[in-house]
């Protein structure tokens, strides 16, 4: 398989602190991208980092990458009640076949 | 309206049945998923297509068939439906260095 693992499979903090998501993968990559799934609804599209970049930003989030340990991790700061939800790392494998593998997911709780 | 779009959302059919869900995107995007999601096994990507008359397997793809005829649909049809077939499934779509959009989902009971 081409995924790895995500840890922790579920996280428990209060609003204000900062969540940390990581993620492992086994193949060589194209990108790496972050999803969100709220409760019953469908994915939606965070922020994708490409295989020769190290950090990216975008608003309260930022992800790393290291395809030396071919690993990732999402770090969301001040964490607010609304981003209560599940997320999900996505490989889309070298070669550009578009084809997009993703984690088992972690598990956001956020506590007023 | 543009966007992804998933029918049915709902479905229940009995085991043995032919089922076709349906997906349709209005952004002519080139690359299409389906996933299923399973408590315990996250999204697990059932066919993908890069383009009209491209289609490949992914991870689970045994008991689906998929076509792609137009770049706008992408429907998933379930031969012979089994109990463990029972899922949630979702549409994607997107132009394969930007991210993708899912759609809302299908969820489907197999009696």
């Known amino acids: 398989s081409q995924q790895g693992e995500e840890d922790p499979q579920a996280l428990s903090i209060q609003e204000g602190e900062n969540a940390t998501m990581n993620c492992s993968y086994k193949t060589s990559i194209n990108n790496l991208q972050w999803y969100r799934q709220n409760s019953g609804r469908g994915l939606v599209h965070l922020i994708l980092?490409?295989?020769?970049?190290r950090e990216k930003h975008s608003g309260r989030l930022r992800v790393t990458l290291d395809t030396s340990k071919k690993s990732s991790s999402l770090l969301i700061t001040a964490s607010r009640a609304a981003d209560t939800a599940s997320y999900f790392c996505a490989t889309d494998g070298s070669g550009n076949t578009g084809k997009l593998i993703f984690g088992q997911g972690t598990t956001l709780q956020v506590k007023p | 309206d543009a966007g992804i779009t998933q029918s049915p959302r709902y479905k229940i059919t009995e085991t043995g049945r032919q089922v076709t869900l349906m997906c349709h995107q209005t952004w002519s995007h080139s690359y299409m998923f389906w996933y299923r999601q399973d408590l315990g096994h996250g999204l697990r990507l059932i066919y993908y297509s890069a383009a009209a008359d491209i289609t490949d397997k992914g991870e689970v793809p045994d008991g689906y068939v998929v076509s792609r005829s137009k770049t706008e649909n992408f429907p998933l049809t379930l031969e012979s439906a089994t109990r463990s077939q029972t899922s949630v499934y979702f549409c994607?779509?997107?132009?394969?260095?930007?991210?993708?959009?899912f759609g809302s989902g299908t969820r489907l009971t197999v009696v």
């Open positions: 994607a779509s997107g132009l394969g260095e930007s991210g993708y959009t």
């Open positions: 980092i490409r295989s020769n970049e």
